[in-house]
């Protein structure tokens, strides 16, 4: 007969192996219990400050076309689902005026190599010399933009010509360019005589919440998107109603809701309006909140 097996050698019974499993169960949920929550509330955290993040981005690319708009050009329907304005990507100051120091401009003299090119506007002009240096060379095409008190006039075309040529201006007395546009009589623009550049690839802009109805998918998502839609020209009508989105960039998905306010009058002694747009998004049935308001300046 052979005799009992040395413990060293003894296997597990199905009851010790059946205790161990209903063992490690019982840890395994009580850590889940522990962990488990942790770990969504991670995932949420981190899903809302994604939303965050990317609103925030988008909000501050429209921050800035809204910062370099032109004076007035801001024009938003009464469905407060979007605006259009016209930024500009340079200006500076030109010479009102003939420079009468010894030397310099002789009386009666016309734009040449010898004599400098105030914008005069009594009558047409199609050169003037910028006494600013600008940080870009403006493309031929480009539009420069004088005096824009109302805002239409800017989409009329009453205050704008394009660009026919640039460069540095003849002497270092004149001014820092010379820039020869198509002959325009512009309005008598402030004191400070300024200008602005807008560039011919873009013209105006429209910023358009689309399918915001204040409801979520099933995945529950928003699902509206913010647009920015370029390069469609100027139109002279004021906007009645949002335009389509075709073509448009996107800037923005998952909103709920989106509300555009703009006051033209914000502080109207200072000439300063304000653009006040409010966001609600939804991820995952995750939701976050933005409101974001930017200080328009309207002095030509």
């Not at 995932?43 to 981005?57: H, N, P, S, Y």
């Not at 921050?63 to 024009?75: E, G, H, K, M």
């Not at 009666?108 to 400098?116: A, H, K, L, Q, R």
Request: net charge neutral; proline share 6%.
């Amino acid at each position: 007969m052979m005799g009992a097996r040395p413990a060293s050698q003894r296997g597990l019974t199905i009851i010790e192996l059946v205790v161990v499993m209903v063992l490690v169960a019982v840890v395994a949920a009580g850590v889940a219990s522990i962990v488990g929550p942790s770990v969504q509330s991670y995932g949420a955290v981190k899903l809302r400050a994604q939303m965050t993040d990317e609103a925030d981005t988008a909000v501050r690319r429209m921050v800035n076309d809204v910062q370099r708009a032109v004076p007035n050009s801001i024009r938003a329907p009464s469905t407060n689902k979007c605006f259009e304005l016209i930024p500009a990507v340079a200006g500076g100051r030109y010479r009102m005026a003939a420079d009468t120091s010894p030397g310099h401009d002789s009386a009666g003299c016309s734009p040449s190599t010898t004599c400098s090119a105030p914008l005069d506007t009594t009558q047409s002009t199609s050169v003037f010399d910028s006494l600013s240096a600008l940080p870009l060379t403006p493309a031929i095409g480009d539009w420069i933009v004088v005096n824009n008190q109302n805002s239409n006039d800017v989409y009329d075309g009453y205050n704008r010509s394009a660009i026919t040529g640039f460069a540095a201006a003849p002497a270092a007395w004149m001014g820092a360019h010379r820039i020869s546009i198509n002959a325009k009589q512009f309005s008598q623009g402030y004191d400070g005589g300024r200008y602005l550049v807008v560039p011919n690839n873009q013209r105006a802009v429209f910023y358009v919440c689309s399918g915001a109805d204040g409801s979520t998918d099933t995945a529950g998502n928003g699902k509206g998107v913010l647009y920015r839609l370029k390069n469609y020209g100027f139109n002279p009508t004021y906007p009645a109603a949002c335009p389509s989105v075709a073509g448009a960039d996107v800037i923005l998905k998952g909103i709920v809701n989106c509300t555009v306010t703009y006051n033209p009058n914000q502080g109207s002694t200072q000439q300063s309006g304000y653009l006040l747009l409010d966001l609600d998004l939804s991820r995952n049935a995750e939701a976050v909140h933005l409101t974001m308001g930017a200080h328009v300046s309207n002095a030509p």
